[in-house]
């Protein structure tokens, strides 16, 4: 079985948060659902849990970091293509998220860019022609 990763955000809102994850493509897993948390699929492998403030203290004793002051992670996804990382970026934008926080990245082999969700967390979208990157870090070292 492959790993899973389960990312536990914490939100302000829950509703809202629901509603901006949908609005990417994530699924709301109903069975790990209530009033204080929302399990969103976002691939066979990939859920983001999201929790209430309240529940989200239930699982560590440190003082919850506001994501729009301060950054406490980057979580990438990959793409399949640059318009991809373009698309996801323009469902973020229309369902309220802040786009590129940070410079977007384009290496020509590699191309990304962020947005933020309503909560300040930062997600990286990262498009990679895995050949050309081979390529283009190997050349230094043939030269």
């Not at 509703?15 to 976002?42: P, W």
Request: glycine share 4%; with cysteine.
């Amino acid at each position: 079985m492959p790993k899973l990763i389960f990312v536990n955000l914490p939100v302000s809102d829950l509703s809202r948060s629901i509603a901006f994850y949908e609005a990417l493509g994530a699924v709301k897993n109903e069975q790990f659902s209530d009033h204080t948390a929302a399990c969103m699929v976002v691939s066979e492998t990939i859920h983001v849990m999201l929790l209430t403030h309240d529940k989200f203290r239930q699982f560590t004793p440190k003082k919850i970091a506001d994501a729009k002051d301060s950054t406490e992670v980057l979580i990438c996804l990959s793409a399949d293509s640059r318009d991809e990382v373009d698309t996801t970026l323009a469902k973020a934008a229309a369902a309220g998220g802040t786009i590129d926080p940070g410079p977007k990245q384009d290496y020509g082999f590699m191309y990304g860019r962020s947005f933020e969700d309503p909560d300040g967390h930062i997600w990286e979208v990262m498009w990679m022609d895995l050949a050309a990157a081979k390529d283009a870090m190997s050349a230094p070292a043939m030269a």
